[in-house]
């Protein structure tokens, strides 16, 4: 499959984070490392999430956007807008409830000219437990069905952490 990517554009208001190819928890770190720094950037007016070169998204990966969604909707008049093409990340959406949480659309907008590479951070291990176990905690919180699905996955990776 083709390895995820993950760019970054600010541009008169709007930041636009686009994923690329299959996105999975590997570029968790770089998703996390996204959201604070988007929740405080000055002059934020509109977020647009491009999922529309996205193959697959993992749940980890799902549940960081999930988490920029929530971190984003005090700060921003209206929802975040994702943008997708790909039926099956669509349905993936549709299924974890992220239409109470974003707007979805498959139109094109005005895209940024300037996008920049985000690196792909490296974690340990534990990092790497621990950002799953969040994002797991942020999908179940978004819907009774969703914490039903992840709930043994939350308890398999919390008692891991207690050893």
Known sequence: MDEGRLQAAFEKGTFVLRLAGDVRLTLCATLDQQVQP???LPGLERVV??????????????????????AVRHRIPGQP?????????RR???????????????MPWSEPADFSDLPVLETSEEEMRERILEAHHTLAAMSEQNRIEF???????????EH
């Open 38 to 40: 988007l929740a405080e």
């Open 49 to 70: 999430i491009d999922l529309r070169q996205v193959i697959n998204m993992d749940s980890t990966a799902l549940g960081f956007l999930a988490k920029i969604a929530l």
């Open 81 to 89: 807008l994702v943008a997708v093409d790909h039926p099956d990340v």
């Open 92 to 106: 993936m959406l549709d299924v974890m409830g992220f239409q109470k949480y974003v707007t979805i659309i498959d």
């Open 151 to 161: 709930q043994p996955l939350i308890d398999l990776l919390e008692s891991q952490r």
